[in-house]
DNA sequence: ATCTCACCTGGAGCCGACTCCAGGTCAAGC
DNA sequence: GCTTGACCTGGAGTCGGCTCCAGGTGAGAT
């Protein structure tokens, strides 16, 4: 039963303390425990869905859509179909980013070819 | 010479009449045409640089370095090498930006295909 | 002629996602 | 025992990038 201080909270996840402080605020994260002084102390668990919520955020999902989400799981196993479906849906979109930037790159590219012929 | 009224314009690029009307403020288009009446008429040109634009902010490139762009641009024929240097380094970004959204989609993979196995 | 509709302007407002601040509390090293 | 520094809170502020609004103009369709 590790627990993390926030300094190390913020090592391991790479997320500010304020941007932790707020995610709690707003209940993407549960109520992290405290110590007797009322500090923070995170727990593995904590440290795991901080895991999937960087790679929510880092694939564009809004906040209001990962909060959504954490409802489904708090709600317990019987939304895991529905989990299924939001994470299906947000691959799709992540897949349809990536197509995206490819296609962008080209255009990119093409450009700094079209620069390079006229130096 | 052809040109291109306002909502053409939103038709061929995409953006917003509001969002046209912003990147000339900011300086991100050059003042446009206008006929007699003070209405734009957009360019072939206005909307090939428009085409640029939607690409580096498709792919991510802050407003902030799109008008430092923008001023090599207008600057003339002596910044091409700059240029060059600028999309190359953006291009370079992109690249991280696809490798960094297929990890994280392999992340969310392995969580579907978890919550599949519990199903 | 009149109406409608696409425009125009300057400036205010909004939204998402933090980020910072003031003022206070504890714990641990010297 | 004192200082330093990590932490706490509620709430205000920031930032990027638009988006909306009020009030007005001019041109073409009926």
Redesign the pocket.
């Known amino acids: 039963m590790t627990v993390y201080?926030?300094?190390e909270a913020v090592e391991e996840t790479g997320f500010?303390?304020?941007?932790l402080?707020?995610y709690e605020k707003i209940g993407l994260l549960e109520p992290v425990e405290r110590?007797?002084?009322?500090?923070?102390r995170f727990s593995e668990e904590d440290l795991s869905w901080l895991g999937m919520i960087r790679c929510l955020?880092d694939t564009g999902m809004?906040?209001?859509e990962m909060l959504r989400f954490a409802e489904l799981v708090r709600a317990g196993e019987h939304t895991i179909a529905d989990r299924i479906r939001v994470l299906e849906e947000h691959d799709r979109r992540v897949q349809a980013q990536i197509a995206n930037l490819a296609e962008r790159q080209r255009y990119i590219n093409h450009k700094i070819s079209y620069y390079r012929s006229v130096l």
């Open positions: 201080t926030p300094a500010t303390l304020d941007t402080r707020y110590n007797a002084a009322g500090q923070r955020r809004p906040i209001a």
